[in-house]
């Protein structure tokens, strides 16, 4: 069994990934979202230029902890140090030889013609975004025209208190067991029969201690 290629975003309610000019500050942080132990699930993450660029543009740091970050460009320079590389070298090829090593999964970062090239591939193994509740009206989309792919549900988890929707889908053919969302948060509910309990116990009267 190979290592999956997870392509996992942020995406607005009208589908988009980024606004137009690759803004993403319309993404919601809600402390639900355990980021180190999703950063747990992967050794490496890829992504395009015009990602990494936006990141860069707006102070992020193009390293992740603990992942080797790769991105492709045609335009920038090839750059390799520890834990990031920018290379010119062909992504589909590139990502064949990444999923054919032992190892942990892969992130594919961003962006959108990034994902449809890799799609389109055969290479992309599971889809997972979480729906922002916000309608950016026009952006850069989730993925570029091109052609159709039926996903599997695979898990969801609601977040509340922000209304984030998070979404894991399976693409078929794809290797690797379907995704599972272990990286939110989630307040554990009484059962039902603990429920009743406390509502019956409310109209008993307390036995009073003697000395």
């Known amino acids: 069994m ?3 290629l997870r392509y996992g975003v942020a995406v607005s309610l009208d589908g988009f990934i980024a606004g137009p000019n690759g803004e993403f500050d319309w993404i919601v942080m809600d402390p639900a979202f355990d980021f180190a132990a999703m950063y747990k699930e992967y050794d490496t993450a890829v992504m395009g230029r015009k990602t990494y660029e936006v990141a860069a543009a707006m102070g992020e740091k193009p390293g992740m902890p603990g992942i080797d970050v ?3 460009s045609k335009t920038l320079t090839p750059t390799s140090r520890a834990g990031f590389r920018i290379v010119s070298d062909d992504p589909i090829e590139v990502v064949k030889a990444l999923k054919a090593k032992p190892g942990r999964d892969i992130w594919l970062f ?10 389109d591939a055969g290479l992309v193994d599971t889809v997972e975004v979480g729906v922002i509740p916000v309608l950016l009206g026009h952006g850069i989309p989730l993925l570029p025209p091109g052609a159709a792919t039926k996903l599997t549900l ?3 988890k609601v977040v509340p208190a922000s209304g984030i929707v998070a979404l894991a889908y399976s693409v078929p053919g794809g290797v690797g067991p379907p995704p599972r969302i272990r990286h939110i948060k989630t307040a554990k509910r ?15 009267p307390r036995a009073r201690r003697t000395r």
């Open 110 to 119: 961003g962006g959108g013609a990034l994902f449809r090239t890799l799609l």
């Open 70 to 72: 790769i991105v492709f």
């Open 190 to 204: 009484r059962t039902r029969k603990r429920v009743a309990r406390s509502k019956a116990s409310r109209g008993k």
């Open 154 to 156: 695979a898990d969801y």
């Open 2 to 4: 190979g290592r999956r």
